[in-house]
T-cell receptor, first 109, second 114 residues
């Protein structure tokens, strides 16, 4: 079967750095996405990785290792508004997105 | 631009009743999707449409139907609602001509079936 694993919840301090991990086992791989979802709102696109390595976009970076079936989202200089759920999704061989259950990130002052 | 709109925002529905969830996008995206999101689970694909006039089944299609008469609209119908269909429903669209084919989501419909 296909599986995306992420920690259920993480806590971090304002101004700090946090890394959210995602491991996957899917039938095929055609890219990995990270989305942010605030409570009661829609998911919004953060990043996309299809090749191994690090993609940096402002305070957010995403890393991919296809051989290890592993990705992480790195959030720097955490702000209170970063409190949200972070969803990892992999596009499989059928070009459908397989979604993890999400990691709820709690930021404390 | 509005992006993707969904209606209604929320609804309480009696079991056995039918209902159509509406979804409209103004981005001229070819592909559209319906997901449900339940606590502790990832988004699960119900149905999708790669282009107007075509639809396909996702991971959890039973009890749901869709149509895609034009590019902009992608309604989801529950013919006879059951309590297990209580969920938050998200519509999404993507431009499959783009390099990443990123999906963009509507605000969601919170449905409670009693």
């Amino acid at each position: 079967g296909q599986n995306i694993d992420q920690p259920t919840e993480m806590t971090a301090t304002e101004g700090a750095i946090v890394q959210i991990n995602c491991t996957y086992q899917t039938s095929g791989f055609n890219g990995l996405f990270w989305y942010q979802q605030h409570a009661g709102e829609a998911p919004t696109f953060l990043s996309y990785n299809v090749l191994d390595g690090l993609e940096e976009k402002g305070r957010f970076s995403s890393f991919l290792s296809r051989s290890k079936g592993y990705s992480y989202l790195l959030l720097k200089e955490l702000q209170m508004k970063d409190s949200a759920s972070y969803l990892c999704a992999v596009r499989d061989s059928n070009y459908q997105l397989i979604w993890g259950a999400g990691t709820k990130l709690i930021i404390k002052p | 631009t509005a992006g993707i709109t969904q209606a209604p925002t929320s609804q309480i529905l009696a079991a056995g009743r039918s209902m159509t969830l509406r979804c409209t996008q103004d981005m001229r995206h070819n592909a559209m999707y319906w997901y449900r999101q339940d606590l502790g689970l990832g988004l699960r694909l119900i149905h999708y449409s790669n282009t107007a006039g075509t639809t396909g089944k996702g991971e959890v299609p039973d009890g749901y139907s869709v149509s895609r008469a034009n590019t902009d609209d992608f309604p989801l119908t529950l013919a006879s609602a059951v309590p297990s269909q209580t969920s938050v429903y998200f519509c999404a669209s993507s431009d499959d001509g783009g390099s990443t084919d990123t999906q963009y989501f509507g605000p969601g419909t919170r449905l409670t079936v009693l």
